[in-house]
């Protein structure tokens, strides 16, 4: 029985990456989202993709700011052009301020301006292309299992993971779990790892998490 959930992932981390990916995964561990915070997160990363992203694009910083993101992700879902001052309109926000948003993302060739057009980097595009939402609990299954739910916003698969000695509860309710797709494991301390069910591949359902999630590969911290 471990004692603490920090105790849990330090046994529990090596074993889901390999027991859940084929390759190496770019890990973020608490990351925060609209709709909470997910223990760890493990993704498959393209290289081609981030490489042409960072050096032939030249895109090569995260967009942080979630206002920033926005407006990219809103001019990105326009087919072609656009002109500025009719995007502008469209926007929610303080004219001015969006003025400076559009201009930080053309600054940093996130978008691309000629005359009066605008529109996003031509061939920009996410280079993570699954990722892995886990929620770890010693035995509060029903709390880790709404939780990792949410995690549906930015993710293809959601697991709970569990400590063995507390597992049984949520074994019983296995079913719930085959209903809304979302996996189950255990985990002991000497480090025995078991499967009650595999997910299938769900569909994220909010690009602006799933973009949020996307921008944590280019900063340092994140790296594995």
Known sequence: MFESEEDLREVALPLLT???THKDAHLVEEFSYSGGRTDLVLSYVSDKYKQRRVEKLGVGIPIEEKRRLKVFLQLHKKDGDIRRENFVQQLTGNTRDEQKTI????DN???VQEGDQIRTKPYLRRHITTSIAVELKLEKWQKAFQQA???RAYSEYQ???LDHSHVNRAVNEIDLFKKHEVGLISVTEGG???LYYEPEKQTPFSELNV????ETTLLPSATM
């Open 18 to 20: 390999e027991k859940l």
């Open 103 to 106: 201009d930080w993302l053309i």
């Open 109 to 111: 060739n996130f978008v």
């Open 149 to 151: 739910l949410q995690g």
């Open 159 to 161: 697991y709970v993971v």
């Open 192 to 194: 025995d790892y078991e």
């Open 211 to 214: 973009w949020k999630l996307n």
